[in-house]
Every structure is written in structure tokens, then in C-alpha cells.
């Protein structure tokens, strides 16, 4: 039987505690993702009842979880859920290798702070938002072990299934473009001097295989290095890419490999131009990219790319 959360118009403190203790898991996901953002904050936004509504879904968040997942699980996590910049509620998690408790006291020391909307919050635990893609966007903020804090984003399945719904370290380079789209160059920088990087990095540079224009590259035949910067730790990363008759090969480093140019830039603005952000050409005048090298192949790698369009 569908779930109603049209109950939730007229409930008060307790009748809210009691819903969310109560209802179908599977339902009540069922229920959420069918309800649209308005109306969602229209039942459980209100501060009557929304301290009960979340502290219910905390309470049974184990029962949403992957139970391999949640086993690999230690630390604590804070939740600070605002609305516009406001602090509404603050809640920590403790997660030991297969339970989640619930911290008495939120104010204490923590492993890692997640910041973000009650709204957006709800849509994480149902599966219906990537961590990951909301973090690159700026609308979860992370403070502390990131690799924590997405590993909790990546811990949460549909009811009623088995696998994961969302797994935050899967970046589609087109999702990726959309999350940044309106993502503020200062957040990026941020976002990639945590233990996201890495993740961020890899995917991107797997995928770009994916987004080479067959037509335009037959017959090309050029070799690009780039130097990645920003590494809280100091390493310059290095990925070698090459274009040979149509198809495009990723190789991780660059010593010993003989390529047409090497480009320099910070890791943030190698992802924006990865995603059609940057415009090369103005990335070098601006010399956000610093090319060594022939610096026509470097731009002939550019133009035979499909760079993802943000949806």
C-alpha cells in the first residue's frame, strides 16, 4: 500500500516520531522520491516537526545502508543541515564497522562535517543525489576527512534491493560538467585539495577516451602531457595523453614517453577545462594553462575532443 505523506500536514512532534519510526522503508522512499522538492519542504520543513522527521530517518539509517559498506565504516561524522546559511539543527554520527550510534553531545570533536540542505539531505539518504557530484557543485559543503564523508554518501541502497543506489566516486564526465556549472572557482580549489582529488582526477582521465571525436581525429596523430598542481602534499601528478588514428589512450605519469607539448596547470583548472569551462585558448592567454612545448598540438588534442555539454 502507497505511503501517505500527506499525514504530515497537520502532524505535530510526535506524530511525525511516530511516522518516520514506523514506516516502510521501501515505501517511504517510494513516497519521497515521488513528491517533488516544494512539497517535500512543505512536510517536513516545517519547525515543528522537522527536528522529528530527521532524527527518525537518523535513527533508522542502518536500515538504508549497504551492510558490506557500512561494515568498512569508522569515525564520526557531524550534520549541520541550514537553510539559506542558517544553522537548523547539528547531529553526529558515530559509524564503527557496522553500527551507526547516535552522539548524545554534536559539539564534541569530530572526523569529518557535512554541511548542507535539510532538503538536499533527505535526497542523499533516499539515493536520489551523488555526494560526490554534490560536493563539486558546492551544495554539500566538507570539512575535514572527505574520503570519510563520501564513503557515508556511498553507503545507501533502495530498500527492497541490494546493490548501492548511488556510488559518489562514479563521476560521469557529463554530470560532472553539470555540477560545475555554476560551482565557484574558489570551491573548486577546495574541493580538489581534499581526498576527493584523487577520485576526481581518475575518473575524469579514464572517461576522456570516451569523448574523442572519431571523425575529427582520423589521421591525428599527437602526444600531450599534463602536469597537474595544488597537491596538498606536494606531487605533481601526471597523465600522459595520446591520440593516434582516431583513438585516444590515457597513460598515468609521463617519464620516458615522448609527447608534442606539456601542459601545467592546478588540478581545478584542468577539471574545469576537461568539462568545457575553460576555453583552452583563453586558459593559455590567461595562463591558467602553461604550455611547453608545440602548442599547436596542444590545441589540436583540444579540438578533436567532444567535451561533455552540461544538461
Excluded: W
Excluded at 12 to 33: G, I, M, Q, Y
Excluded at 125 to 147: C, H, M, P, T
Aim: proline fraction near 6%; charged fraction near 25%; charge should be negative.
Amino acid at each position: 500500500m502507497p505511503l501517505d505523506l500527506e499525514a504530515l500536514h497537520t502532524a505535530d512532534a510526535d506524530d511525525a516520531a511516530a511516522f518516520f519510526a514506523e514506516a516502510d522503508p521501501e515505501s517511504l522512499v517510494a513516497a519521497v522520491a515521488a513528491t517533488s522538492d516544494d512539497d517535500l519542504l512543505g512536510l517536513i520543513g516545517r519547525d515543528e516537526i522537522r527536528p522529528a522527521a530527521i532524527l527518525g530517518i537518523l535513527r533508522r539509517l542502518h536500515e538504508y545502508a549497504v551492510p558490506e559498506r557500512l561494515g568498512t565504516l569508522h569515525g564520526t561524522v557531524r550534520i549541520d543541515l541550514e537553510r539559506r546559511g542558517h544553522l537548523l539543527e547539528r547531529h553526529a554520527l558515530r559509524f564503527t564497522g557496522g553500527e551507526i550510534e547516535i552522539v548524545d553531545d554534536p559539539h564534541g570533536p569530530v572526523d569529518v562535517v557535512l554541511r548542507t540542505s535539510v532538503l538536499r539531505f533527505v535526497r542523499l539518504v533516499s539515493g536520489e543525489r551523488n555526494a560526490g557530484l554534490e560536493y563539486l557543485s558546492g551544495k554539500l559543503d566538507i570539512e575535514g576527512d572527505a574520503d570519510l564523508a563520501l564513503a557515508v554518501g556511498g553507503i545507501f541502497r533502495v530498500p527492497g534491493t541490494d546493490g548501492v543506489a548511488v556510488d559518489p566516486t562514479a563521476l560521469d564526465p557529463v554530470d560532472v560538467a553539470t555540477a560545475l556549472k555554476h560551482a565557484p572557482r574558489q570551491h573548486l580549489e577546495k574541493v580538489m585539495s581534499s581526498g576527493f582529488r584523487p577520485v576526481v582526477l581518475g575518473e575524469i582521465f579514464r572517461r576522456l577516451p570516451e569523448f574523442v571525436d572519431p571523425d575529427r581525429a582520423r589521421g591525428v596523430e599527437v602526444a600531450v602531457g599534463f602536469r597537474l598542481l595544488g597537491n596538498p602534499s606536494g606531487e605533481v601528478e601526471r597523465y600522459l595523453v595520446r591520440v593516434s588514428d582516431g583513438v585516444a589512450t590515457v597513460t598515468p605519469g609521463d617519464e620516458g614517453e615522448d609527447r608534442d607539448a606539456t601542459v601545467t596547470c592546478h588540478a581545478h583548472d584542468y577539471l574545469r577545462l576537461a568539462t568545457g569551462h575553460l576555453n583552452p585558448l583563453a586558459g593559455v592567454v590567461k595562463g591558467q594553462l602553461k604550455v611547453k612545448g608545440d602548442r599547436a598540438k596542444a590545441l589540436q588534442l583540444s579540438s578533436v575532443m567532444n567535451i561533455p555539454s552540461p544538461r
